[in-house]
């Protein structure tokens, strides 16, 4: 089946920094990307879609300036989380969207646990 | 409001045992339904989808599942658990037409005795 990574897996960092999350589609191209994020025992919330070369649709109550998405080509996007706080921490999960390959189907990368200090 | 629910947050069962996991929906129209499965540090892989057609789904590793309109529920099942299947079970609805937007119900955390 079509692969999906993410970088890193986990990352430690200061209050106050910037933290970059990236999501490959290893051997697909992906039309469209969506980052969720998961806290612990709760459910995975849709943050935003993102499609290759357009600005990242967020969901209601996701700031856009808080999680910067960019979707350069069809197999990378990059979740920028600027400014972390720690109520950012997270599990942060990518998923890959791509027409014609098993019907359909979003393809979810490992997730990355980010926590912030 | 839509939303997914999945009423038990932990389940343990022998080897060997039948499970069946819950899930009940909240959508404005008939979805279509999704079983997602999570292993530690790994993504999550589809196990099975209902969009339309006949409501008992078979899926991969020998889960199945049955949509109940009349109840809005998508309950999966198998008929005999292996070590194996320890994982958590996440449980998606989306809105017809496309994988976009899915929305996850909380999980059910599966614990396999031998």
């Known amino acids: 089946g079509a692969v999906v990574s993410q970088h890193p897996s986990r990352v430690i960092c200061k209050s106050g920094t910037s933290v970059k999350i990236e999501c490959r589609s290893l051997d697909f191209q992906a039309t469209t990307m969506f980052w969720y994020r998961q806290f612990p025992k709760q459910s995975l919330m849709l943050m935003a879609t993102s499609n290759e070369g357009s600005k990242a649709t967020y969901e209601q109550g996701v700031e856009k300036d808080k999680f910067l998405i960019n979707h350069a080509s069809l197999t990378l996007s990059t979740l920028t989380v600027t400014s972390a706080h720690p109520e950012d921490s997270s599990f942060y999960i990518c998923?890959?969207?791509?027409?014609?390959?098993?019907?359909?189907?979003?393809?979810f990368g490992p997730g990355t646990r980010l926590t912030v200090l | 409001a839509q939303s997914v629910t999945q009423p038990d947050i932990h389940i343990t069962v022998s080897e060997g045992a039948s499970l069946e996991l819950r899930c009940n929906y909240s959508y404005g129209a008939t979805p279509y339904l999704f079983w997602y499965v999570q292993s530690p540090g790994q993504g999550l892989q589809l196990l099975l989808k209902?969009?339309?057609?006949?409501?008992l789904v078979q899926g991969i590793k020998g889960f199945e599942a049955e949509f109940k309109r009349s109840q809005s529920s998508f309950n999966l099942r198998k008929p005999s658990v292996h070590w194996s299947d320890a994982a958590e079970y996440f449980c998606?609805?989306?809105?017809?037409?496309?994988?976009?937007?899915?929305?996850f119900g909380a999980g059910t955390r599966l614990a396999v005795h031998p």
């Open positions: 998606a609805v989306g809105p017809p037409g496309g994988y976009n937007k899915l929305i």
């Open positions: 998923s890959a969207f791509s027409f014609g390959i098993s019907g359909d189907e979003q393809f």
């Open positions: 209902y969009f339309s057609g006949d409501t």
